[in-house]
Each structure stands twice: as structure tokens, then as C-alpha cells.
């Protein structure tokens, strides 16, 4: 489905959902994403998604239902319909609009927020026949984008530090039942809204990746970003300590999270070198400084197994 078609026909559809009345209208659509995994375009209050495609419609619905439930309200966006509706082959979801997090101002960050809201989702019950969290997948996805991509110089040491993962991060095995909990599956930034009017508490948003998996992998972007020393010390600890004060399970209450971290911060870390490298393949340029670090972290993976468990991979 090419964007030319895809995005009118959404547009569309999000113009009809914001004024289902037909009433007349002077609002502006804009496209927010326009990506292979999800195209997203906003109408006024309202976004409609349309998802992947091969998107299961059984397990998106399991996952807008998880989303709507009163136990997870103020900590998941909930859904505008309990359904999705298919167009052009593709599954589509409507969605209040909620204002991201700024980019341009990274001093101003709601980690405390995501923190917090990550330890509720956590704590949460995990509904019965929810499907696996998807993380370790999109992680394997990387690397098969990675082998696909074409020579390159730094493909070596993220594959190297990707053979030396467990299976169950590689996606080649079930995640531990141990510590199976309700997660997000793909925690960033990017993944927090709040709502404009008025303006309230942060919102995790996006559940293509929920289900029930290992909870530290929610934790492991920021947890990666710290060890390869892209995230402040600071913020790392603003993340962590709401996390932990809201009785987040995936580390224990105090002392040292590493152990509990390492595997899948080092799984993210591959992941983010293997979409840096196949990005920058596609685009016949070098790795950026940022780029350059997560493939280096994934060098000194293997080398130095402790350095990245301590959050000292710098």
C-alpha cells in the first residue's frame, strides 16, 4: 500500500470520526508518522493509526481492550472505538490526540513520569490470553534489517553481541515466566502524551508491543542509553528512583539494578546499533557520533561483559 493511497483514504477517515456529524469544519489534517510499521494522522482531537501490515486484528483488540480498562486509566491513552476497522488492508484505531513530549527540550523530559507510569502498568493484572510483549521480536527484526542491509563495517560487533544474548531476547524462545508482567513492549519518550485541553498527567501511548513479557525490558532503553552514555547520570536516576518509588517489580527496591537490566539493555542496545547501521547503509552516509556509540558499546560488549551490567559502558 503506497502512501499515496494510504494516506487520503486515512485522512479521511479521521476527518469523518473527529465530526461524525458531518458538521462543517475548518481544521487542517497532519500526518505525525508515516513509517512501514504505522501511519498516523491527526484531525483536530482526534488520530487514527493505521497499523502494520499483517497486524493480527485478535491481538490489537486484546490490546485496545487492556488499554480502555479502568484499572489503566491515567496510565494508558485509551482507545475512541473498542475495535479497529480495516482499510486498504491495513488495521486502523482512533485515538484522542495527546500533546508529545518536546524534543527540542530534553532538559525538560518526563522521566519521573514515565518511570511512575511504567511501575502502575507493571502492577497491574495481566489479563488472561494477552499476547507476549513484542520487544525481544522488534528486536530480532533489527538484526534481520541489519543482514539485509549489505556490508558494512560495524555489523560485526552487533552481531557478535546479539549471538551472545539468551534465546528468550533474541525472540527464539518464551521470556521467563518468573517475572511475567504487564508491559509496554517498545518504552521511549516518544511514547508519552498528555492531553492538550487541559493539560494533565503523561500518558503512555502506542500498544502494538503490549503484552506479557519480562518487565525490564520497559526499563532497558533508558537503562542502555545511561550504559553507553547518552543519558545523564541525572536522568537515569530521576527514571529509576519514580520507578522504584511506585513499587516498579522489575529491580529490587534498592541496591544495584544492573543484574536485573543487563540482558535486555544489552538487547536494546543491539537493536538500536542495528537500525543505526541499516539506516545509515540505506542512506549511503556514516554513522552519526550517537550511532557510533551503540555500536561501539555492542564492541565492548563482549570484550568487557561487566562493564555494561555496572552502567559503565562509556
Request: hydrophobic content about 45%; proline content about 11%; charged content about 20%.
Amino acid at each position: 500500500m503506497t502512501a499515496d493511497v494510504l494516506l487520503p483514504a486515512l485522512a479521511a477517515k479521521v476527518r469523518v470520526a473527529a465530526h461524525p456529524a458531518a458538521t462543517a469544519c475548518t481544521h487542517a489534517d497532519g500526518v505525525l508518522a508515516d513509517r512501514p510499521d504505522g501511519t498516523v494522522v491527526r484531525h483536530d482531537g482526534t488520530v487514527a493509526k493505521a497499523h502494520g501490515p499483517g497486524t493480527d486484528a485478535g491481538e490489537l483488540s486484546q490490546r485496545l481492550a487492556v488499554a480502555a480498562h479502568p484499572e489503566l486509566s491515567g496510565v494508558l491513552l485509551p482507545p475512541l472505538r473498542p475495535e479497529p476497522v480495516e482499510l486498504h488492508g491495513r488495521l486502523v484505531t482512533f485515538w484522542p490526540y495527546g500533546v508529545p513530549v518536546d524534543p527540542e527540550h530534553p532538559e525538560a523530559a518526563p522521566w519521573e513520569a514515565a518511570g511512575g507510569l511504567l511501575a502502575r502498568l507493571h502492577r497491574a493484572p495481566v489479563p488472561r490470553g494477552l499476547p507476549p510483549m513484542r520487544g525481544p521480536l522488534k528486536a530480532a527484526r533489527a538484526i534481520a534489517r541489519l543482514r539485509a542491509a549489505g556490508p558494512h563495517s560495524g555489523a560485526d560487533p552487533v552481531l557478535r553481541a546479539w549471538a551472545d544474548l539468551p534465546a528468550w531476547a533474541r525472540a527464539e524462545a518464551p521470556m521467563p515466566d518468573a517475572s511475567a508482567a504487564l508491559c509496554h513492549g517498545d518504552l521511549h519518550l516518544g511514547q508519552l502524551v498528555r492531553r492538550p485541553e487541559p493539560a494533565g498527567a503523561w500518558l503512555l501511548i502506542d500498544v502494538d508491543d503490549l503484552g506479557v513479557g519480562v518487565p525490564g525490558w520497559d526499563l532497558a532503553r533508558p537503562a542502555a542509553w545511561y550504559a553507553c552514555g547518552l543519558l545523564p547520570p541525572d536522568d537515569w536516576t530521576r527514571f529509576l528512583t519514580a520507578y522504584r518509588r511506585q513499587g516498579g517489580p522489575a529491580v529490587p527496591a534498592d541496591g544495584d539494578p544492573w543484574p536485573a537490566l543487563d540482558v535486555a539493555a544489552r538487547a536494546l542496545t543491539v537493536q538500536t546499533a542495528a537500525l543505526a547501521i541499516a539506516k545509515s547503509v540505506a542512506a549511503g552516509r556514516p554513522l552519526d557520533e550517537v550511532e557510533q556509540a551503540v555500536v561501539d558499546a555492542c564492541d565492548r560488549m563482549a570484550a568487557l561483559p561487566a562493564e555494561l551490567a555496572r552502567g559503565n559502558a562509556t
